[in-house]
Each structure stands twice: as C-alpha cells, then as structure tokens.
C-alpha cells in the first residue's frame, strides 16, 4: 500500500476553469502536509503548506480532512502557467521522512 | 537566495563503473535526502542524512550508498552501476524537524549503458 496516493490525471481544462485535485494518505499519525509544483524537467518546488483550518493564497485553496486522511488543492480561474505537475507530500513527523504521490499532471488549454 | 547544487545535470555511464552524485546546500540545513524519481512512480527515497555522519536508509537504498562528512555536503555512491539505475536523481534539503520545506536541486539525469 502506498503512503500517499494521487489520481495521476491527466487533467486538461480550459483557461479560467476551476479544478481540485484530491490525495489520501494512510498513515493517521502523520503530521504535515503539502502541496509542490514540478513543471517539466524541473526540481519540484513547494506550491503551499496544508492546514488543518485550511488555507488560501491568491487563487489556490489548499484543505486537509484528518478524519478522511485526505488532502485537496483547488485552483481557480486556471492560467496557462498553471500547468504543471501538482505532488501531495506527507511528513510522519518522526525520521524527518517526506512522502510523496505520485504526481497529477495539469494542462490548461487556451 | 537558498540553493542546493547537484555536481551535474547528465551523466552517462557504463554497467559496473562506480558513480558518485554530489549535492551542496548553503542554507545550513541539518536534513539532506536523495531521492530518485521515475515515471509513474514518483519520488521515492534512497537515503537521508539528518546530521553529519549519520545516516538513514529510505525506500529503496538496495545498490547505492551515501556519505555526509560535512553539513553542507551529501553524496549518493552507487557501488557498481546497473540499467536499473537509469533515473533522475534529486537531492534536497529541509531544516530540522520536518515541519519545514524541502529545497530540490536541479536534478541529475543518469543514464547507465
């Protein structure tokens, strides 16, 4: 069983369209969450932090449901530069060991 | 501005040859991790170091070893490289806790013929 799992997509949608992409972790110990953006033949990068109260920044929501074990990110009014490759990232919280899905692949169509 | 720097972004090598990948953080980071990342597969760990000389096997360490002698230095030595090998190589760095981000180098492509 994986530590972290994503749907791998691909998801193409259009500019300005508003898309959410879910991951479920399955250890309920573990502690902190992200979300990192990998464009192209490019080190992944970290996009946002996932609280438990949720948290926005610009046009990207980020929210973490403890009790389901799953993390979501949801974009609005997508650009083309959106497009990307979104990583979910669990921390245990002991070992410093990250865990990473598998990536979901985003394209925004002009 | 952070950074980690990996010694390169290609490399080629025959089967059996010893390879060694080298990361350099500058921001004083306690953690450093190699991982290696794969189609469909994702990022999975090889190794990570949580302070100089101390070391921690990951996912997949099977055919590669690491040695940290500095804080700011972590290298991945793959004994005798095999085509399975064949991946992209990412280092990266996290202050101590892991709570904080993790910082990713470039990345070395490594193809093994």
């Known amino acids: 069983r994986k530590e972290v799992e994503q749907d791998p997509g691909p998801f193409n949608v259009p500019e300005g369209a508003t898309v959410a992409f879910n991951c479920t972790y399955s250890?309920?110990?573990?502690?902190?969450f992200f979300w990192y953006r990998q464009d192209c033949r490019k080190e992944p990068k970290l996009l946002m932090s996932?609280?438990?109260s949720g948290n926005e920044d610009g046009r990207f929501t980020a929210q973490l449901n403890r009790a389901s074990q799953y993390i979501s990110l949801l974009i609005r009014d997508s650009k083309l530069s959106d497009s990307a490759t979104y990583l979910c990232v669990v921390n245990e919280g002991w070992g410093n060991q990250f865990y990473f899905g598998t990536g979901t692949s985003l394209t925004v169509i002009p | 501005d952070v950074k980690v720097t990996q010694s390169s972004r290609y490399l080629v090598k025959r089967t059996g040859e010893k390879v060694f990948l080298e990361c350099v953080q500058d921001?004083?980071?306690?953690?450093m991790f190699w991982y290696r990342q794969d189609p469909g597969l994702g990022l999975r760990l090889i190794y990570f170091s949580y302070d100089v000389k101390m070391k921690e096997k990951g996912d997949i360490p099977e055919g590669y070893s690491v040695s940290r002698e500095k804080k700011e230095r972590f290298s991945l030595i793959l004994e005798s490289a095999s085509t399975n090998q064949t991946s992209m190589y990412l280092c990266a760095s996290s202050p101590a806790g892991g709570n904080g981000e993790q910082y990713f180098g470039p990345g070395t492509r490594l193809t093994v013929t």
């Open positions: 996932v609280y438990s």
């Open positions: 921001m004083d980071h306690e953690n």
């Open positions: 250890n309920s110990a573990s502690q902190s």
